[in-house]
């Protein structure tokens, strides 16, 4: 059998990791003093382990709601004497000025830190730690890592106490005293966003030897500085970076260039005009580049080939064909062109291997692939494309595709406009049509992206996206593995008393497809976390507004599922007024058959529960249990259950009978007409997975006619459905029990017969097992 798409398992050191960081008292450490986390004395860690464990950790925190950061973890890598740290990648504001001191220690070669703005300049002052070892750094973002915290800077090796660590940086503090002198190892580095007051000039100068600078939205005072790397610098990045022609031309000194970016995030704020001159001056003059993005640049079109002059065939990747003039002087094609919001995307005959831009599902994909770290802006447009591709045309690359939006959903957890596309996005990628292309692994990471934007967002449109993109998924076996979670934030949802709509009702299915066909001790923990009350505000609500819509139907619907075989979610339904909104809703809507059988069928679960019947022994009670037993709602659905619930009453014996009118006799008669009136040929709206609670009234001369109705039950049953419900009455030992009935002379005439014809049916079903009802099968939506 062919894999389907994500189903590489997780690497055995990825498992470990993980294991690891989620019992780190039973794997590395002890609570020391103050229950303070501390690395066992046996534990020796290298830098492969060590570097896994923090950067795993990190994505953890990140993404993993379940997840609980740990106080002072980075305090475990503080000796590196029993651990090693050599490249860390940090990111967010989960990272503070005391996690950077704790590993000041170690040697690192790398440190990515990305968005930390709660890094004040006590982490420059811990950046000269490690200025004799570090060779890439990356402060994207980190813009309040230039500006102190209240008082006066501290060395790397001072404490603070807890008060100064939560005090933000302030903007006015401009740290002065900072720049990368002594750091002459450090060969990558990404400023990108640092900070206007910030001179970039002055603050470099000191690096003699870099290879690699990115100054993604850095204003430039002047641009001489950059010439001092012309013999080697092999890549720079001036994304958003205002270009002018003194700045061109100082980037065509640069001739060891390998990758160059000049891109700008659209061509709306540009005042300059890419000509077919600049283009040219780039590709003659930087002969080693491999790499280029003019993204969002305003192309003059005399750097295009006329159309009718276009060389013929194919799309072609050779320069001598290229569409774009610049381009045919390449010695060889790029691998890397960014050409998105631009006109020159749409060109026949590109010279690279990956072009960004949105012609294609192909230049789509690779720019969510290039930009999504450090560009969600971009990222997000072209996330949007992509949710165009898949809803209207069809998405020939779906692993690539899904891969890109869960990656740039977890990157970008706190940005609501990838959300909101990223969730638009995976509901058109994960509906039928790719389904079956999909591994459960990838599944799953998909549920948990969407879970991770519903935790995040109360937003309308993220909550609609995501309940929309969960409703793609077979519930509730694919959601069984965030059971708890999903539940806790779908009745999240459903709290407010006035939500949209359209959210509202699909939370409201959600929540019912959840609790339908799913273990007891899930029922009652959903239950403990206030399910019933929930549904049952959502009915008082629509009584309100006496509206009987899908809302007021699956809200009783899932109250009949989750009351199922659960006592304790029975006895929620009376204690928060359930009986009084049954009949408000009966008397509001006395037409509405849906809603009838739905309700009857939830009663029929209270009424299984012996404790609970005194409270539906009341003669109101009673006389509309009795009238509805004439219903003709639903076909024999709400009639049924109506004698149901009378069933196991009379069950309990005429000496709990204190009601005076109607009177017990008066019911059964109309109990043993209603079943006389049914057709046992009928099929049925009910799913049952378990006869227990119709087992229990067989052997016993109490009440005869709730013995028919058992018998009778499961004769409609094993007659029209075999192949279910016959294995089920065998394995559950029926079979003895109906020959008890046989052997009572309590038991009619008319009910022996029928339990001979059950005992018959479930011997010819073992004779012969094959379906007998033309491959139909009930409806599975309720249990009764």
């Known amino acids: 059998m062919a894999a389907k798409a994500g189903d590489n398992p997780e690497s055995l050191m990825t498992l470990a990791t993980v294991f690891c960081l989620r019992n780190l008292k039973k794997t590395m450490c002890y609570q020391g003093f103050r229950n303070k986390l501390c690395l066992r004395s046996d534990i020796f860690l290298p830098s492969e382990i060590c570097d896994k464990l923090v950067n795993t950790y990190m994505e953890l925190v990140h993404t993993d709601s379940d997840f609980e950061p740990k106080e002072n973890f980075f305090l475990l890598f503080s000796d590196p004497r029993s651990t090693r740290l050599t490249r860390v990648q940090l990111r967010e504001d989960f990272v503070h000025d005391r996690d950077l001191e704790a590993i000041r220690k170690q040697d690192l070669i790398e440190l990515h830190l990305t968005y930390c703005n709660s890094l004040s300049s006590r982490s420059l002052k811990t950046l000269t730690c490690f200025r004799e070892t570090l060779v890439s750094l990356c402060l994207f973002g980190c813009s309040h890592i230039f500006y102190r915290k209240g008082g006066a800077p501290l060395a790397c090796n001072e404490d603070t106490d807890d008060e100064e660590e939560e005090s933000p940086a302030s903007r006015q503090a401009l740290e002065t005293d900072f720049?990368?002198?002594?750091?002459?190892?450090?060969?990558?580095?990404?400023?990108?966003?640092?900070?206007?007051?910030?001179?970039?000039?002055?603050?470099?100068?000191?690096?003699?030897?870099?290879?690699?600078?990115?100054?993604?939205?850095?204003?430039?005072?002047?641009?001489?500085?950059?010439?001092?790397?012309?013999?080697?610098?092999?890549?720079?990045?001036?994304?958003?970076?205002?270009?002018?022609?003194?700045?061109?031309?100082?980037?065509?000194?640069?001739?060891?260039?390998?990758?160059?970016?000049?891109?700008?995030?659209?061509?709306?704020?540009?005042?300059?005009?890419?000509t077919r001159k600049i283009l040219t001056a780039i590709v003659q003059r930087l002969v080693n580049l491999v790499s280029l993005d003019i993204s969002g640049h305003?192309?003059?079109?005399?750097c295009t080939v006329p159309h009718f002059e276009e060389a013929m065939g194919r799309p072609s990747i050779e320069p001598c064909k290229s569409s774009i003039y610049p381009f045919q002087e390449l010695k060889r094609p790029l691998q890397f062109l960014g050409l998105c919001d631009t006109t020159l995307c749409n060109v026949t005959h590109i010279p690279a291997y990956k072009v960004t831009g949105s012609k294609n599902e192909d230049q789509v994909l690779n720019a969510i692939e290039a930009y999504t770290e450090f560009r969600p802006e971009l990222a997000h447009r072209a996330i949007n494309q992509l949710f165009d591709i898949a809803r209207i045309q069809h998405c020939s690359q779906l692993l690539r595709a899904l891969q890109l939006v869960i990656a740039a959903l977890k990157c970008h957890k706190y940005d609501k406009s990838i959300q909101v596309t990223g969730s638009a996005a995976l509901f058109y990628l994960t509906n039928t049509e790719y389904r079956s292309d999909q591994s459960v692994r990838l599944r799953r990471e998909v549920i948990q992206v969407v879970l991770n934007g519903m935790e995040q967002y109360q937003e309308v449109t993220v909550q609609r996206n995501c309940c929309l993109t969960l409703c793609n998924f077979s519930i509730p076996e694919e959601l069984e593995f965030q059971y708890s979670r999903v539940n806790q934030l779908l009745l999240k949802i459903l709290e407010p008393a006035r939500q949209d709509e359209s959210i509202q009702r699909i939370a409201v299915h959600l929540c019912n497809a959840l609790v339908c066909q799913v273990d007891n001790h899930h029922k009652e923990a959903v239950g403990k976390m206030g399910f019933v009350k929930t549904m049952l505000n959502l009915i008082q609500k629509k009584l309100h507004d006496r509206m009987c819509d899908q809302v007021m139907e699956f809200s009783w619907s899932a109250l009949w599922n989750i009351t199922d075989e659960t006592p304790d979610n029975c006895q929620m339904f009376l204690n928060c007024r359930g009986m009084s909104l049954f009949l408000e809703c009966l008397q509001e809507f006395p037409d509405k058959q849906e809603l009838h059988r739905n309700m009857l069928g939830l009663l029929g679960n209270v009424a299984e529960v012996k404790a609970l019947r005194p409270q539906l022994l009341t003669p109101q009670f009673i006389t509309v249990f009795t009238n509805l037993l004439d219903s003709k709602a639903d076909g024999i659905e709400v009639s049924y259950n109506a004698c149901g619930v009378l069933s196991h009453i009379m069950f309990d014996g005429p000496e709990v009978w204190l009601v005076e009118e109607p009177q017990r006799d008066t019911v059964m008669e109309k109990m043993w007409d209603a079943i006389q009136s049914w057709d046992v040929t009928s099929r049925r709206n009910i799913n049952y997975r378990s006869f227990e609670p119709i087992l229990r009234l067989l052997p016993q001369g109490i009440a005869p006619v709730s013995q028919h109705w058992a018998t009778w039950a499961l004769y409609n049953l094993v007659s029209v459905y075999p192949s279910k419900y016959c294995p089920l009455l065998i394995k559950e030992g029926g079979i003895s029990l109906l020959e008890k009935v046989l052997e009572l002379e309590s038991s009619h005439p008319?009910?022996?017969?029928?339990?001979?014809?059950?005992?018959?049916?479930?011997?010819?079903?073992?004779?012969?097992?094959?379906?007998?009802?033309?491959?139909?099968?009930?409806n599975y939506g309720q249990r009764g």
């Open 179 to 274: 720049n990368f002198q002594g750091f002459n190892r450090l060969r990558l580095l990404n400023l990108g966003g640092l900070p206007d007051e910030v001179d970039a000039e002055t603050l470099l100068k000191p690096l003699k030897s870099l290879t690699s600078l990115d100054l993604s939205n850095v204003q430039l005072l002047g641009t001489a500085f950059l010439i001092q790397w012309k013999d080697r610098l092999a890549s720079l990045v001036l994304y958003n970076v205002d270009l002018s022609e003194e700045l061109v031309n100082t980037v065509v000194e640069l001739v060891n260039l390998r990758h160059l970016d000049i891109s700008r995030e659209s061509r709306r704020n540009s005042k300059f005009k890419m």
């Open 298 to 302: 305003i192309m003059l079109d005399n």
């Open 750 to 778: 008319e009910t022996k017969d029928m339990a001979r014809k059950v005992m018959e049916q479930c011997d010819n079903f073992k004779e012969d097992p094959m379906e007998t009802n033309n491959g139909q099968e009930a």
